[in-house]
Nanobody, 124 residues
Framework: QVHLVESGGGLVQAGGSLRLSCAASGRAFSSYAMGWFRQAPGKDRKFVTAISRSGVNTYYADSVKGRFTISRDNAKNTVYLQMNSLKPEDTAVYFC?????????????????WGQGTQVTVSS
C-alpha cells in the first residue's frame, strides 16, 4: 500500500508559478513511476507529466511542455511539479499517482495509487 499526499496548490495570477509536492509513505517509493494528472470540473482526469523510477526519463503532455517540470527525490519519498508561466486553462485539481507499470504512463488506468488532489486556480 502507498499513501500519497499532495500539497502546494493555491491561487495564482496568469504568468505566475507554483510548485506542487507529493509525499509518499508505505511501500518502496523508488519502485514506482510517478505521474501528475489534472481534472477540471466536469472533465476527465488528464495526463500532465510522469517520471521514471530513477528520475532519468520524463514525459510531458504537449500542453505543458516547456512550462512544467517534474522531478523526484527518492531519499525524501517525494515527487515535485514545478509549474511556470501558468495560464487560466491550467486551473484544475492536480493529482499525483504511483504506477507499477513499465510504460504507458499517460493512461489513468496505469496507476495503482492516487492522492486526494490539490486545487490550482489561475486567474486571468
Amino acid at each position: 500500500q502507498v499513501h500519497l499526499v499532495e500539497s502546494g496548490g493555491g491561487l495564482v495570477q496568469a504568468g505566475g508559478s507554483l510548485r506542487l509536492s507529493c509525499a509518499a509513505s508505505g511501500r518502496a517509493f523508488s519502485s514506482y513511476a510517478m505521474g501528475w494528472f489534472r481534472q477540471a470540473p466536469g472533465k476527465d482526469r488528464k495526463f500532465v507529466t510522469a517520471i521514471s523510477r530513477s528520475g532519468v526519463n520524463t514525459y510531458y503532455a504537449d500542453s505543458v511542455k516547456g512550462r512544467f517540470t517534474i522531478s523526484r527525490d527518492n531519499a525524501k519519498n517525494t515527487v515535485y511539479l514545478q509549474m511556470n508561466s501558468l495560464k487560466p486553462e491550467d486551473t484544475a485539481v492536480y493529482f499525483c499517482g504511483a504506477s507499477s507499470s513499465v510504460s504507458g504512463y499517460e493512461g489513468v488506468h496505469r496507476y495503482d495509487y492516487w492522492g486526494q488532489g490539490t486545487q490550482v486556480t489561475v486567474s486571468s
